[in-house]
């Protein structure tokens, strides 16, 4: 089977920086997702690691470390609305797996 | 515009009563795939369909039925809903590692 932890909660003030983890415990990984989830709306897609290393989209960042079973999600430069639940996920060629989820809360 | 589709986005049922809650999308993906969402649990994968008539099992099946007649449509079927199927669905379609979501169904069952 397929496990993905990560933290329950996260709180950041305006501006900073925040990273969000994510450990996996599974058989055949295939790379790790993140989505963002506002209360109350679907999810959305941010990122996809396939291979070790960093990936990058504005604000945000995606890491993977294969023989680390871990990932991480980086979030920049922190505004009001990055305030949601975010999902790391194991995309499995179509049976995915996703974490609990980290509510992110952003203070002013 | 490119979407996924949920209907209805609301339903009170009472136990034992059929029903379906239809998905469709208009992007010709060929990956389609349910989800229940419980407070704390995260999203979970009920069934998840490869392409028109293949279909296999998420993590939480039991109680629920789908079918894949069409590329676009995947209809997730509740034969006789509890009470514990009370909770969030989701539908999706995904290209590759990227899954897109419907809306969401708010599902009471009484």
């Known amino acids: 089977g397929q496990s993905l932890e990560q933290p329950s909660e996260v709180t950041a003030v305006e501006g900073a920086i925040v990273q969000i983890n994510c450990t996996y415990q599974t058989s055949g990984f295939y790379g790790l997702s993140w989505y963002q989830q506002h209360d109350g709306g679907a999810p959305t897609f941010l990122s996809y690691n396939a291979l070790d290393g960093l990936e990058e989209t504005g604000r945000f960042s995606s890491f993977l470390s294969r023989s680390d079973s871990y990932g991480y999600l980086l979030l920049q430069e922190l505004q009001m609305k990055d305030s949601a639940s975010y999902f790391c996920a194991d995309p499995n060629a179509g049976k995915s797996t996703f974490g609990d989820g980290t509510t992110l809360t952003v203070k002013p | 515009e490119a979407q996924v589709t949920q209907n209805p986005r609301y339903l009170i049922t009472v136990t034992g009563k059929k029903l379906t809650v239809t998905c469709s999308q208009n992007?010709?993906?060929?990956?389609m795939s349910w989800y229940r969402q419980d407070p704390g649990l995260g999203l979970r994968q009920i069934y998840y369909s490869m392409n028109v008539e293949v279909t296999d099992k998420g993590d939480v099946p039991e109680g629920y039925k789908v079918s894949r007649k069409e590329k676009r449509n995947f209809p997730l079927i509740l034969e006789s809903p509890s009470p514990n199927q009370t909770s969030l669905y989701f539908c999706a379609s995904s290209v590759q590692e990227t899954q897109y979501f419907g809306p969401g169904t708010r599902l009471l069952v009484l």
């Open positions: 992007m010709n993906h060929e990956y």
